[in-house]
């Protein structure tokens, strides 16, 4: 019910290619969102899908994180070196050592 390591899974790739898009690709990101915090009620599903990151105990309305919650927190928490975000200078930074790792590993490629 709380560990829920597909949604983490999930994030990861998402955050993984979004921090790729800004660093490679230029693109500005001012935020991200997950689809929904908690569990709650949908139309089709009614209260038997739970898609949040947060669990819902519907009998007692009590909220848990979920390991997704945990992971979010942890890595945007981490983020643009300890601030809620980076400034166009440390992305600037971060692009510049980017382009030089992948130029590295190029490199080592068709040495090898």
Known sequence: MLKDDFRVSYFRGYVEAAERAVLDDGVELTSYAAWSILDNFEWREGYSSRFGIVYTDYATQQRHP?????????????????????????????????????AEEEEERSVA
């Open 66 to 102: 979920k390991d997704s919650a945990r992971w979010l927190s942890r890595k945007f928490s981490s983020s643009g070196k300890g601030k809620k975000t980076a400034s166009r200078a440390e992305i600037e930074e971060m692009r510049r050592e980017r382009k030089k790792l992948l």
